[in-house]
């Protein structure tokens, strides 16, 4: 059974940084392609990065330049380092896994088959 477990949400000011970790368990993870998506309120779900088997890494515009998403195989883990944080980044944060390591890694939330239960960020002005 696959289990994906977010942590390191939490409430910051407007500048400030934060890092999420996702542990990732049932799925073999060296060759799997992770993502990180966010939901704001009354908002559809964004897309924000990815990071493949391989190390290619995939970044929406909105995030590129703050984000950075990183993997450790060796600890089944993914992060999201994220820095110049702003009130538009205000959303629970979703890891996801998509196993099938045949294809290309895409930052397209329809390709991942296993979510995490998420993260909540809050920034504050």
């Known amino acids: 059974q696959v289990q994906l477990v977010e942590s390191g949400g939490g409430s910051v000011q407007a500048g400030g940084s934060l890092r999420l970790s996702c542990v990732a368990s049932g799925l073999t993870f060296g060759r799997t392609c992770m993502g990180w998506f966010r939901q704001a309120p009354g908002k559809e779900r964004e897309d924000v990065a990815a990071?493949?088997?391989?190390?290619?890494?995939f970044y929406a515009d909105s995030v590129k330049g703050r984000f950075t998403i990183s993997r450790d195989d060796a600890l089944n883990t993914v992060y999201l380092q994220m820095n110049g944080l702003s009130n538009e980044d205000t959303a629970m944060y979703y890891c996801a896994a998509d196993p099938r390591f045949y294809r290309p890694c895409r930052l397209v939330a329809a390709n991942y088959e296993h979510w995490g239960q998420g993260t909540q960020v809050t920034v504050s002005s």
């Open positions: 990071v493949s088997g391989g190390g290619p890494k």
